[in-house]
């Protein structure tokens, strides 16, 4: 596979664990029992810039990548997988935006609110850049050494 396929499998990857990360510590801190047994000061926001800058802020770059080195000659390939990724943020968002109104009140600060919607805005160019890969069908360049 070339190296644009590669790209796309890990942004799609990268998405997916970003998702699973603001999920599991959403859920985290809506239960307070859960919490108290550890008896351990948590503060979302470091661990919420820590998921941000290890799974989605890679995973942005890794799309884009694959979006500049297939734009030419397009790829229903690589845009479906962009595209997923970019639903997967989209849906993992929606469902985290949910979850704000069941949180502990100690617990909601500044980037857990802000997170959700800033990232399904982020996930809707990553649908798009999916789309402009899907429809765009411009045959690949042939490489003509002699």
Request: glycine share 10%; proline share 5%.
């Amino acid at each position: 596979m070339s190296l644009e396929k590669w790209s796309a499998i890990a942004s799609i990857g990268l998405f997916a664990m970003f998702v699973g990360e603001m999920i599991s510590i959403y859920h985290f801190m809506t239960d307070v029992s859960a919490n108290l047994e550890f008896g351990v000061a948590f503060d979302p926001t470091p661990k919420i810039l820590q998921f941000i800058s290890i799974g989605v802020a890679p995973a942005s770059i890794l799309a884009g990548l694959s979006f500049i080195l297939s734009k030419r000659y397009g790829s229903k390939q690589i845009g479906s997988m962009i595209l997923g990724g970019g639903m997967i943020l989209l849906i993992g968002m929606v469902y985290c935006y949910t979850l704000l109104g069941k949180l502990v009140v100690s617990y909601v600060t500044d980037s857990v609110m802000i997170t959700p919607p800033l990232f399904i805005g982020i996930s809707i160019p990553v649908i798009i850049v999916g789309l402009i890969l899907i429809k765009t069908n411009k045959p690949r360049p042939k490489k003509e050494y002699f």
